[in-house]
């Protein structure tokens, strides 16, 4: 699962990248969204919002960007952790939209409560949701040998060879320590 | 404390279907209807304070020159009063009426920014559009790209542009190119695409400098002619169509690659230049433009935008001298 996290480049939001990184979701900011290959694909029109999962936006700093991407999150019914650290004030047409929208959470945190708050988020708002479908198409050869190693697999596990296949890989992926650092 | 806001005017003109799963419910049919979708939509609070307007609601068909003339006035007289304007539209008219809008209001400090729903107005009577989306991941509602579209608004940029899917194109150089998916406008003008949405807008083209030529700024006039005939060539076409003196032509040539001699014959005769359109192409060569025998040739210009060019060109003036003036000048950045 892909979390967007904004903004990158302050100490709070590289804590939130570290703890999200460390539950095992990939992370896109804007340091790395330009080239984060998990985006990419030649078959689909390329709207990076398409693959995120959920949002988590940091706003203990007031900016325009923060609207424009809460907004749009929204739109496109993602679910949103919008924080702001304590001490700090929200924008009032937040709180009345928190009402509003179901996809919508307002969390204030101290650097204590952090990872809770970010956990929660992530348990109950990410991974109770429909599970990414696989709907890219790849053609793959297989020697005689592999292919008779999969039928017998799959017959094993009662299950198809294609979703054996997107099971190793998911496998690998999740241990891909290079990848996850992306 | 609050997110510093602009005030932007949000302009109805079609296409404003929110959820293609409840089109009925989640579109402006007439102005009443503003305030239960405004209710639907209140995300979009977050990034301005918007006025809402009502322009128009039907058929993209009976969108004419006075829907254009009408909503360029009320632009136009909130010029002052609103930092940036966008603009809903159905996206079979909206190539039209933002270049109506580039050439009426030439000069305007604000940005005016154009995207809608992809959802038709005929669809509100279909008992099920299930099977026409059911392949569709693409949304085909209006929410993410009035999003980008006011935050567009937004910035200081004073020009006509469209927001669609991920694409922030220059409107007098867009073309059509897709059907029911992400992104229907591109422009074969790599610099008439402005900037990408992806995460966030990122504009990377220069603003266009405009009227630099256009001597006449204090006297342009919201006005339109329609006298305009477009003709598409093919053997075997009535001459006599080209005997109406009252209208200026436009000849689309499609796949041919020269000017008729009987069509060159009475361009002479004509009261206003012929003008043909002939995009360009890389294998055929393209009709010259021809001044002495009254005929300029388009090759770098959109066929939405030469027809409203032509429009507006004749609402200016009806003297042949300064119609072929205009219509040679760069005035909203149409010629590429």
């Known amino acids: ?182 | 404390m609050n997110l510093p806001k602009k005030k932007i005017a949000l302009f109805f003109c079609g296409g404003t279907t929110l959820d293609a799963n409840n089109i009925r419910e989640s579109t402006i049919f007439q102005e009443k209807d503003i305030k239960k979708w405004l209710s639907q939509f209140k995300e979009i609070n977050i990034l301005a304070n918007i006025d809402a307007f009502f322009i128009y609601a039907g058929p993209a068909t009976d969108i004419s020159p006075s829907i254009w003339l009408k909503l360029a006035a009320e632009i136009k007289k909130r010029e002052n009063a609103y930092q940036g304007f966008a603009v809903t539209s159905d996206v079979k008219s909206l190539l039209y009426t933002a270049n109506a809008l580039s050439f009426l209001l030439l000069g305007f400090s604000r940005p005016i920014i154009f995207t809608g729903s992809q959802i038709p107005f005929e669809w509100k009577n279909l008992p099920s559009i299930k099977n026409i989306l059911k392949d569709k991941e693409t949304d085909l509602g209006l929410k993410a790209n009035l999003i980008n579209a006011l935050q567009l608004a937004c910035l200081e940029r004073n020009e006509v542009m469209i927001a669609f899917g991920t694409k922030v194109i220059r409107s007098v150089l867009a073309q059509r190119t897709g059907f029911l998916s992400l992104n229907i406008f591109d422009s074969l003008n790599r610099q008439a695409v402005l900037g990408n949405v992806d995460l966030g807008i990122k504009l990377e083209t220069p603003r266009l400098i405009r009227g630099l030529n256009f001597k006449r700024q204090e006297a342009i006039k919201i006005a339109l002619s329609c006298n305009i005939r477009f003709i598409k060539y093919y053997p075997g076409i009535n001459e006599k169509i080209f005997q109406d003196q009252q209208n200026l032509f436009i000849l689309e040539l499609g796949d041919f690659t020269n000017i008729p001699d009987f069509i060159k014959n009475y361009a002479q005769g004509l009261t206003y230049p012929l003008l043909v359109w002939q995009p360009k192409k890389d294998v055929f060569t393209v009709a010259k433009t021809d001044l002495k025998n009254n005929i300029i040739v388009f090759d770098n210009i959109t066929k939405e935008s030469l027809i409203v060019k032509a429009m507006w060109v004749l609402g200016q003036t009806d003297k042949p001298a300064m119609i072929r003036k205009l219509l040679l000048e760069n005035l909203a950045g149409e010629l590429g």
Do not use: C
Not at chain 1, 42 to 61: A, C, F, P, Y
Not at chain 1, 152 to 160: G, Y
């Open chain 1, 1 to 182: 699962m892909i979390i967007y996290i904004y903004p990158d480049n302050t100490n709070e939001t590289k804590k939130i990248i570290a703890i999200v990184k460390q539950r095992g979701f990939l992370v896109l900011t804007e340091e790395n969204k330009d080239r984060v290959n998990f985006l990419q694909h030649s078959t689909e029109e390329k709207d990076s919002w398409n693959k995120v999962q959920g949002v988590i936006l940091e706003g203990s700093h007031l900016e325009a960007k923060l609207g424009y991407l809460t907004a749009y999150a929204i739109a496109k019914n993602k679910p949103i952790l919008y924080l702001i650290q304590k001490g700090n004030s929200l924008d009032e047409q937040l709180k009345y939209l928190e009402q509003e929208k179901d996809n919508f959470k307002i969390k204030y945190y101290s650097l204590k409560s952090l990872e809770k708050v970010i956990t929660h988020f992530l348990r109950v708002n990410l991974q109770g949701r429909k599970i990414e479908k696989a709907k890219i198409k790849f053609t793959l050869r297989l020697t005689a040998t592999l292919e008779q190693f999969l039928i017998f697999k799959a017959k094993q596990q009662k299950t198809t060879k294609a979703k054996l296949v997107r099971k190793f890989l998911e496998k690998l992926m999740g241990e891909d320590k290079a990848y996850s650092a992306e």
